[in-house]
C-alpha cells in the first residue's frame, strides 16, 4: 500500500484546492498523510477524515530560529514516517525545509537536492504559463491534483452544487483588499440576488477582523433586506461555517477560501473575481457555480504592485446594466468590462464558459489545455498548430534536467 504525504502550508483557500490531489492517492487504499500549519490542523481534520494530518508552526513565526525550535518534534515523526511519496506544494523556506527530510528521489513538486531548490518539470510549466495569466490553463486545484499518479476524473472531486434551503450567504471580503468589493457596491449587488432569489434570509459572513466592514454593510440595507439579515462576522468557528454554508441556497463572495468550501459542500456559488483573482487559475471547482470575471486590458494584475487606475476593474460591478442581469432582468444591455462564466467540467478538469461577454484569451487557452490534456493522455483533441502555445509550456531543460518522477504516457495513471 502506497504511503504519500502532502505538504500544503499556504492558507485556507488552499487546504481546500489540494483535495483532488488527495482524494487521488487516497484511492484504492492508498495511506494519505497532510501536513498543514497549526491553524488549520483542525479544519483539515474535519475536511478530510481519512487523512492523517499533521501541524507545523509556519503562519506567524517571526524568525527561522523560532520554526525550528517549535517544530523538532513535528519534523522527527514526520521522518520517522517512511513516506514512499512526497508531495511538496509551496515554493517556501519551510516547505523547502520539510521536504529536505526526505530522499529528493521521492519528491514531487518542489525538492531540496545538493543543497539546491528545484522545480518539478510540472512546475516549471507552469512557471511559464503564469508569465501571461490570462491564457493560464489550469486550475489550482487540477494542477495539483494532475501531481498524482493516477488522478480521479473531476466528477468526483465535488459534488454538483444544488439549493439547500438556507437563504443567501454574503462573504464580506477577501484576504487583499483589491479583489473584494467597497460595501456600497457590495450592498447593491447583494440587493439584486435577494430580489432575483424572491426574498430569502441573508448570512452576513466573515472574521472578526472584518467586523467593522459588517456594520457598514448594514448600514446600506433597507427595508426587507434589513429585516432578514443576520450578521454573523466575526461570530463562526470552523465548525459553524461549515454547518452555516452547506445549508445555504447561494454563497455570494470574492475569491476566498469560504468560496472553495461552498463549493467542496455542494453550495452554489456567485463570485466577483477583480484585479488579481483570475476565474481560471482559483475559480470554485465543480458543477453549478457562476464567476463575474471583471476585465480590462491589464487583467489580471499582480497585486503587489500599486494600481496605475484606482481599481478600474471594480466599477463595472455597480453599474446598473450589471445589477439588473444579477437581479435576473435580462435584456440587450450588457456591460462591458465583465464576462459571465459558468463552471464546466472536462477530462482535464474544471473550466468555465462564457455565458455574458466576451472571453478574448479562450482560443490560447484551449490549445494551452489541449496540450496538457495530450501529456496526459486524457483525451483527444484537435491538433494544436500555433507553436507559441507550446513553447510557453515546453523548454529544453524538460528533457535536460532530470525528474523524480516522469510524466505518465497515454492514458492518466500509466506510466
Known amino acids: ?13 488552499d487546504l481546500l484546492q489540494t483535495k483532488r490531489l488527495l482524494l487521488s492517492l487516497g484511492q484504492q487504499g492508498g495511506e494519505v498523510h497532510l501536513c498543514v500549519d497549526t491553524s488549520l490542523a483542525g479544519l483539515a481534520k474535519r ?16 524568525t527561522p530560529g523560532e520554526v525550528l525550535a517549535g517544530n523538532m518534534a513535528a519534523f522527527s515523526d514526520l521522518q ?71 488522478p480521479i476524473v473531476p466528477e468526483a472531486v465535488n459534488p454538483i452544487a444544488m439549493r439547500k434551503g438556507g ?16 460595501m456600497d457596491m457590495l450592498a447593491a449587488c447583494v440587493l439584486s440576488v435577494f430580489e432575483a432569489h424572491g426574498g430569502p434570509r441573508v448570512t452576513l459572513l466573515g472574521t472578526g477582523a472584518e467586523a467593522q466592514l459588517g456594520h457598514q454593510l448594514l448600514r446600506h440595507f433597507k427595508g426587507p433586506l434589513l429585516q432578514r439579515t443576520e450578521n454573523r462576522v466575526g461570530r463562526t468557528s470552523f465548525d459553524d461555517l461549515i454547518e452555516v454554508v452547506g445549508g445555504l441556497d447561494v ?31 482559483t475559480g470554485p471547482y465543480g458543477l453549478g457555480h457562476r464567476v463575474w470575471q471583471a476585465v480590462q486590458p491589464c ?19 455597480a453599474d446598473p446594466k450589471y445589477l439588473r442581469i444579477l437581479a435576473g432582468r435580462f435584456d440587450d444591455a450588457y456591460p462591458d468590462g465583465v464576462v459571465g462564466l459558468v463552471s464546466m467540467l472536462d477530462a482535464v478538469g474544471v473550466t468555465y464558459m462564457p455565458v455574458f461577454g466576451t472571453d478574448e484569451a ?27 502555445v507550446a513553447a510557453s509550456l515546453y523548454a529544453e531543460s524538460d528533457w535536460m534536467l532530470p525528474n ?11 506510466e
Not at 437563504?167 to 467597497?182: D, E, K, M, Q, T
Not at 463572495?253 to 452554489?268: E, I, K, R, S
Open 1 to 13: 500500500m502506497q504511503k504519500s504525504l502532502v505538504i500544503q502550508l499556504a492558507r485556507f483557500g
Open 251 to 281: 454563497l455570494l463572495t470574492p475569491d476566498t477560501g469560504t468560496m472553495h468550501l461552498a463549493a467542496h459542500l455542494g453550495t452554489p456559488v456567485q463570485a466577483f473575481f477583480l484585479s488579481s483573482a483570475w476565474a481560471h487559475e
Open 167 to 182: 437563504g443567501l450567504g454574503i462573504v464580506l471580503a477577501g484576504r487583499n483588499s483589491r479583489r473584494s468589493l467597497p
Open 362 to 388: 479562450s482560443a490560447q487557452r484551449r490549445d494551452q489545455r489541449g496540450l496538457v490534456a495530450e501529456m496526459f493522455g486524457l483525451m483527444d483533441l484537435a491538433p494544436v498548430e500555433e507553436n507559441e
Open 299 to 317: 487583467s489580471p494584475c499582480l497585486e503587489s504592485r500599486p494600481c496605475p487606475i484606482n481599481v478600474q476593474c471594480r466599477n463595472v460591478f
Open 47 to 62: 475536511l478530510f477524515p481519512d487523512v492523517v494530518v499533521h501541524a507545523v508552526h509556519g503562519h506567524g513565526t517571526a
Open 80 to 150: 520517522a514516517a517512511q513516506f514512499d511519496a512526497v508531495y511538496n506544494l509551496n515554493f517556501s523556506g519551510l516547505n523547502f525545509a520539510i521536504a529536505g527530510l526526505f530522499d529528493p528521489a521521492s519528491v514531487r513538486g518542489y525538492r531540496i537536492e545538493n543543497g539546491q531548490q528545484l522545480k518539478d518539470a510540472w512546475m516549471r510549466k507552469a512557471f511559464r504559463w503564469t508569465r501571461n495569466r490570462r491564457t493560464s490553463p489550469l486550475n489550482l486545484m487540477d494542477f495539483w491534483g494532475l501531481l498524482a499518479p493516477e
Open 404 to 414: 523524480p518522477l516522469p510524466f505518465r504516457c497515454g492514458r492518466a495513471g500509466n
